[in-house]
C-alpha cells in the first residue's frame, strides 16, 4: 500500500508545482508521446526476458501491493521448525517421512498455511530434510549444497528487479526518441502559425519531461521496492538452513531454532525469550 501512496506523492508534487507555475494540464495530455514511451517500455521487456522471468517480474510487481514479512511470520517458521526437530527427537528421523512426503496432511506443518502456501520455501525445506534423513551427507557437505541452492535462487528470483531497473534506465533515452519524432513533426509545420509549432514544440518536449518522470518517479523506485521484498524474502531461506544445519549437526531443538533466529535481520527478529515460550506453547499443546 505504501508504493501506491509514494506513488500519489511523486504525482501530486510534480503536477501540483506545475499547475502553480501556471501550467494547463492539459498541455501535458499527449497520448501520442504515451505510445510512444510506454509501447517501448513494454516491447523491450517482452523482448528483453524469457517468459520465466516475465511471469516473475508480474508476481513480485504484485507482490510489492502486498504486506511485507513480519516478526509473526519469521516465529511461526521458527516454531513450525522446533515442532519437528522435537518430533525426530523422540521417534527418529523416520517419523518424519510423512512430515517431509505429505506437508498438508502433517499435524505440525499444516497448522502454518502461510508456510505451506509458498511452494519454492516448502520445496527447499523438504529437499533439505531428505538429505539430512538419508544420513550419508556430513555437514559441510550439506551446507556447501545448500549454499549452492540458494545461490542459483537467488539469482532467479533477482532478475526481474535487475531487469527493471534497466528499463528504468532507457527511459529518458526513449523520452528523447519521442521528443525527437515530436521535434520532426514540427519541422515539417514550421512554415505554418506560431501558435501551432509552438503546441507541437511543447508536444515534444512532454514526451522528454514523462521519459524522465517515469524513470526516476516509477519504474527505479518500483525495481528497488521489488529487491528490497526478495531480499526480506530470502530470510526465512536463510533461517531455515541454519536451523536445519545445526539440527544435522546434533544441536537440540532448541538451540537449532536459536541458530535460525539469529540469522533473520533486527526488523524482523522474535526476541529470545518471545521464541522460547511460543515453542514452549506449541510443545504443550502438542
Known amino acids: 500500500m505504501l508504493i501506491i501512496v509514494g506513488f500519489v506523492i511523486v504525482l501530486f508534487s510534480v503536477l501540483g508545482g506545475f499547475i502553480m507555475e501556471g501550467g494547463h494540464l492539459l498541455v501535458l495530455f499527449q497520448p501520442a ?50 515442532g519437528i526437530f522435537q518430533i525426530a527427537r523422540k521417534d527418529g528421523l523416520v517419523a518424519l517421512e510423512a512430515h517431509i512426503e505429505n506437508p498438508e496432511e502433517s499435524s505440525v506443518i499444516s497448522k502454518y498455511p502461510e508456510f505451506l502456501s509458498d511452494h519454492h520455501l516448502l520445496a527447499f525445506f523438504a529437499d533439505t530434510m531428505r538429505l539430512i534423513q538419508s544420513g550419508v551427507v556430513p555437514a559441510h557437505d550439506l551446507e556447501a549444497l545448500i549454499d549452492t541452492d540458494l545461490d542459483i535462487h537467488h539469482e532467479e528470483v533477482g532478475k526481474p528487479s535487475v531487469a527493471l531497473s534497466k528499463v528504468g534506465d532507457s527511459l529518458p533515452g526513449l523520452g528523447i526518441v519521442a521528443a525527437v519524432l515530436g521535434v520532426v513533426i514540427t519541422m515539417g509545420a514550421i512554415g505554418g502559425p506560431p501558435e501551432e509549432i509552438g503546441h507541437k514544440v511543447g508536444a515534444a518536449l512532454v514526451g522528454t519531461f514523462l521519459g524522465i518522470l517515469l524513470c526516476y518517479g516509477f519504474v527505479q523506485p518500483l525495481a528497488n521496492n521489488m529487491e528490497g521484498v526478495v531480499k526480506q524474502k530470502s530470510q526465512y531461506y536463510i533461517l531455515i538452513k541454519q536451523a536445519l544445519l545445526g539440527f544435522h549437526k546434533g544441536m537440540a531443538p532448541s538451540i537449532a531454532v536459536e541458530l535460525g533466529r539469529r540469522s533473520i535481520s533486527a526488523d524482523f527478529r522474535p526476541g529470545f525469550i518471545e521464541l522460547e515460550e511460543a515453542c514452549r506453547a506449541s510443545r504443550e499443546k502438542g
Open 33 to 82: 508521446e504515451f505510445l510512444i514511451i510506454g509501447g517501448a517500455m513494454i516491447g523491450s521487456i517482452i523482448v528483453s526476458l524469457p517468459i520465466k522471468t516475465l511471469k516473475l517480474m508480474i508476481a513480485q510487481i504484485k507482490g510489492t501491493m502486498g504486506a511485507p514479512p513480519t516478526k509473526e511470520s519469521f516465529m511461526q517458521v521458527l516454531v513450525m521448525l522446533y
